[in-house]
């Protein structure tokens, strides 16, 4: 059973930082892709950043590149998003994501999701 377990979400200044995680567990890492995604209350979840374990360059939405990093760690079969100089426009509920194959910011591309976690930048 494909298990995602999102964590690393809280609250945090204008310009701090946090890192999120997304543990895994169930299915073959090295040939999924693992995406994070973005919701906020009345808007569509929105995807961030993405990074494909067999391989390639991540891939992230315009307004996070220079501010998040993603990465994985595969003897852990986790992924993390390093968030920095966060924005109020960041608050939103994180969610992980993963499928077989390449990157994609689409929702219906990916048959497993965790649980989120919640994100609130202050001004």
């Known amino acids: 059973e494909v298990q995602l377990q999102a964590s690393g979400g809280g609250l945090v200044q204008a310009g701090g930082s946090l890192r999120l995680s997304c543990a895994t567990s169930?299915?073959?890492?090295?040939?999924?892709?693992i995406a994070w995604f973005r919701q906020v209350p009345g808007k569509e979840r929105e995807g961030i950043s993405c990074?494909?374990?067999?391989?390639?360059?991540?891939w992230y939405e315009d307004s996070v590149k220079g501010r998040f990093t993603i990465s994985n760690d595969n003897g852990k079969n986790t992924v993390y998003l390093q968030m920095n100089s966060l924005k109020p426009e960041d608050t939103a509920v994180y969610y992980c994501?993963?499928?077989?194959?390449?990157?994609?910011?689409?929702?219906?591309?990916?048959?497993?999701w965790g649980k989120g976690t919640q994100v609130t930048v202050s001004s």
């Open positions: 994501a993963a499928d077989l194959g390449r990157c994609s910011f689409l929702g219906s591309a990916y048959r497993s």
């Open positions: 990074i494909a374990n067999s391989g390639g360059a991540p």
């Open positions: 169930g299915f073959s890492f090295d040939d999924y892709a």
